[in-house]
């Protein structure tokens, strides 16, 4: 295939705004799959995405378009999840295109991700086609859209497409532009072999199957290669293209973008990122790869049946080698057993691997809440990770901590800005900028420290402005707080699993809540039992459960004063002892409705 003849593309945009969806018309406007075959969002292809309409993983399909010039184009189009949790797969889309379609919602306009997104396009010096899609809808307002899209995106509208992706108009049309408009790739198919890998799935029949985008040379069944940053040499068994099953081809070349499977049995040998050469003619450079992306928030998983530990580990196996930006490594506790401690990109990131292992290998877990990695510097200057408080040194050890923060930019009607304002503050949020980008619409940026953010800024930031904001957020590094750990201490007993890491500040507020809550979860013992907060030796909160109180008068009848006495003296007695040597078990229910996340 000539590269004059092929163009690679993807969809970018805010969450929601209808790239799956216009991807499916562009599917069946090109006759890639019969009608009879298209199901709605055909390339979500995990039962997870269609549930909740939402792409998780980037996907890859092939097309061919008989243009209006007469000629027959290949064009390869990604479809590229929107939520910021997954802007890893989109960054590594973009870098495996010449083109964007970048597709905004005509009733609610730019948003959050679409100009991050955007942003990512233009740096990698893609050609931009702005679609403003849904202009079916009686809200819809194209022209002030077109203007948003200049003035906040910064790039040309002029020519914007007007679509809607779901009566098929303006479809005919976006083709035609990627043709003319998005620039054929470049490459050399004489010269070695230089393929990148953009993704890696595990497939069980297959083993790793690697999409790749050819940027020089071939590749075809048979050959062998090397894998340039692993070392490692394979014999090649398939090539292909997604149609969007697998469709096996003979060669893939230079500007093209297909799939590659080579008896590759994990897929941390198929390194996202690396370049594939041939073994006996190599290449002397490897592509440009990807930044790695380091976990950021952490939660534990553990099986609700015990004896479940084995399956969970075989699944979170399987699960990262279909996703590797999970990392995953074992841990135990006292109230949950045994169970590892993952790393997430997010929280929906989070929620989705929680559901997958759920729905696709059947184990049932119990996660516990969520949190940061934080840096300590210790008063003898060594540096530790802490990833849960029990990896914080005493109070008087350290020296410093350090929390990651993050660059918050949302968009908001301007009527909810001081409410946005207030919890920003109220979350340790510094103030970076604001602007109006019309009369209606602000962009709000604050620094805001991750562990505040994933507690729960989402759902009240939605609340309080009634879900009209969207929000995009960047990592800004660690910045050092006044962080401590609150321990709780039951009948004096430390109990590591409600231990917890807040600003000093909020020490106080967030103990008693703990406490409180504890006090309503603990039955009640022969004894008193008390609750304790405390930041290193300094109880901060406290509270009783009352003892159970035995009617040791029951039996004496009437009587004599002094011997009632005399009893309730003994059941005192008995009662401080027990005080003294007796444990509280706590129960399992307290420990889940502590350690849950919903
Ligand atoms: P993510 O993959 O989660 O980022 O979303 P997306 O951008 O792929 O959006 P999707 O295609 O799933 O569409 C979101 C919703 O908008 C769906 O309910 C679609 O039916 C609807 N939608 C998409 N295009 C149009 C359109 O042109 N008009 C109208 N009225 N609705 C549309």
Do not use: W
Request: aromatic share 8%; proline share 4%.
């Amino acid at each position: 295939m000539s590269l004059s003849r092929i163009r690679n593309f993807c969809i970018i945009a805010h969450i929601d705004h209808g790239k799956s969806t216009l991807a499916d018309r562009l599917i069946e406007y090109t006759g890639t799959v019969e009608i009879r075959k298209m199901k709605a969002q055909l390339l979500d292809s995990l039962d997870l995405e269609r549930e909740r309409g939402i792409t998780i993983k980037l996907v890859p399909v092939r097309m061919s378009y008989k243009s209006k010039d007469g000629n027959e184009y290949i064009l390869n189009l990604i479809d590229t999840p929107g939520h910021v949790d997954f802007t890893y797969e989109v960054s590594r889309s973009i870098a495996s295109c010449e083109g964007a379609l970048l597709v905004v919602d005509a009733s609610q306009g730019v948003e959050a991700q679409t100009v991050a997104n955007a942003y990512m396009a233009v740096d990698q010096g893609l050609e931009i086609i702005p679609v403003i899609n849904k202009i079916d809808l009686p809200s819809a307002h194209p022209e002030s859209v077109q203007k948003e899209i200049e003035e906040v995106v910064g790039i040309d509208a002029d020519g914007a497409i007007l679509a809607s992706a779901k009566e098929g108009i303006g479809i005919q049309d976006i083709l035609e532009r990627i043709v003319a408009q998005v620039p054929a790739p470049e490459g050399d198919t004489e010269a070695p072999l230089q393929a990148l890998i953009f993704d890696s799935v595990y497939n069980n029949y297959r083993g790793v199957i690697c999409y790749v985008r050819v940027v020089n040379g071939t590749i075809t069944a048979g050959q062998n290669v090397r894998f340039m940053v692993t070392g490692s040499s394979y014999q090649i068994e398939e090539v292909g293209v997604f149609r969007p099953l697998f469709e096996p081809v003979e060669t893939l070349s230079a500007g093209e973008v297909g799939y590659v499977i080579a008896n590759i049995k994990t897929v941390a040998e198929a390194h996202v990122g690396d370049t594939i050469t041939d073994y006996e003619k190599p290449a002397v450079k490897q592509l440009p790869g990807y930044k790695k992306v380091k976990p950021v928030v952490f939660c534990g998983f553990y099986p609700v049946e015990r004896d479940d530990y084995p399956q969970l580990r075989d699944a979170l196996e399987k699960l990262t080698l279909n996703d590797s930006s999970i990392t995953f490594e074992p841990e135990s506790s006292e109230a949950l057993g045994f169970g590892f401690r993952c790393g997430f990109l997010g929280l929906l990131h989070m929620d989705v691997a929680k559901e997958r292992l759920h729905r696709e290998f059947g184990v049932d877990l119990v996660a516990t809440a969520p949190n940061v990695l934080y840096e300590i510097t210790t008063k003898e200057g060594d540096i530790i990770e802490a990833h849960r408080p029990s990896d914080f040194p005493d109070i008087s050890e350290i020296e410093e901590v350090r929390e990651p923060i993050i660059r918050l930019t949302t968009f908001l009607p301007s009527e909810f800005v001081g409410k946005a304002m207030q919890l920003c503050q109220d979350k340790r949020g510094n103030y970076v900028s604001m602007d109006y980008l019309s009369p209606e619409r602000v962009r709000l940026v604050y620094d805001l420290p991750l562990a505040e953010f994933i507690l729960d800024f989402h759902d009240k930031l939605k609340s309080q402005t009634r879900g009209f904001a969207s929000l995009d957020y960047d990592y800004r590094g660690y910045s050092a707080a006044d962080l401590v750990r609150v321990d709780v201490l039951i009948s004096g007993e430390a109990a590591d699993a409600f231990s917890f890491i807040c600003h000093k500040d909020a020490a106080f507020h967030r103990g008693q809540a703990v406490v409180r809550k504890l006090k309503e979860l603990i039955p009640r013992q022969l004894f008193e039992v008390p609750i304790q907060a405390s930041v290193g030796r300094r109880v901060i909160v406290r509270q009783n459960v009352k003892a159970l109180r035995k009617d040791v008068l029951a039996k004496c009848y009437g009587g004599d004063i002094s011997r009632k006495r005399k009893l309730l003296e003994k059941q005192k007695e008995g009662k401080k002892r027990m005080k003294q040597l007796g444990k509280v078990s706590i129960p399992q229910e307290a420990f889940l409705a502590f350690l849950k996340v919903d």
